[in-house]
């Protein structure tokens, strides 16, 4: 596609239960980054990836969060026995590393709400 | 640790006034800064980015003054109109070659009122 597509768009979910949100980066797009947008805040930093690898994700706030990429395109973001304080938008980017002066490009993002 | 401070938090301007919102970042390895534009349920868009080498960069209606050793750059918009209210949120990366991560302000979300 032209963008950066998610899925699912929103995403209701009770306490407890695990989710798993996608992000299509553009396509001959290397770098995938995962940021979670709270209300009111600014966009927090989740997970790096390169490729299939991910050489910084210092950003998960805790064991329950997981992401992965497979065939250096389609990435998940899987957050197990979800919390309340899980409910955000969580947004994919990505970039090319082919050329200095790379472009950031966010998707929509995918708005969870954990009820 | 916030690195990157931003202000104000809101701002209302008049049509045709400048806007100004001013940000503050603490490492000073940061060396790429760029400023987004986010309209209510999208994603954030790329508006105009500067590295410190320079103390000022306009495209349009929009130019980024920095002050390296004050570590602190802000966005302006001159003429501003009412498409250009949407969150501003200032960022600072190290290096722009597809492998930083952003640290992101807080956003700031400009009203421009007719």
């Known amino acids: 596609g032209a963008g950066v597509s998610q899925s699912p768009s929103n995403k209701v979910t009770e306490k407890g239960k695990d989710v798993e949100l996608r992000c299509d980066p553009i396509?001959?797009?290397?770098?995938l980054y995962w940021y979670r947008q709270s209300l009111g805040q600014g966009l927090e930093f989740l997970i790096y990836?390169?490729?299939?690898?991910?050489?910084?994700k210092s950003g998960l706030p805790s064991d329950r969060f997981s992401a992965e990429r497979t065939g250096g395109s389609v990435s998940t973001l899987t957050i197990q026995r979800t919390q309340q304080e899980d409910s955000a938008v969580y947004l994919c980017a990505s970039s090319s590393d082919r050329s200095s002066g790379n472009t950031i490009y966010f998707g929509e993002g995918s708005w969870l709400t954990v009820v | 640790q916030q690195q990157v401070k931003q202000s104000p938090q809101s701002l209302i301007v008049q049509k045709g006034g400048i806007s100004i919102i001013n940000c503050a970042y603490e490492n000073t390895a940061f060396d790429y800064f760029p400023w987004y534009q986010q309209f209510p349920g999208k994603g954030p868009a790329l508006l105009i980015a500067i590295r410190p080498d320079v103390s000022e960069k306009k495209e349009g209606r929009f130019t980024i003054s920095f002050n390296k050793s004050a570590k602190q750059f802000s966005l302006h918009i001159m003429d501003s109109q009412p498409g250009d209210s949407a969150t501003y949120f200032c960022a600072a990366s190290i290096g722009n070659f597809g492998n930083e991560k952003l640290t992101f302000g807080t956003g700031t979300r400009l009203t421009i009122i007719p």
């Open positions: 396509s001959g797009h290397t770098a």
């Open positions: 990836f390169q490729g299939n690898s991910a050489p910084d």
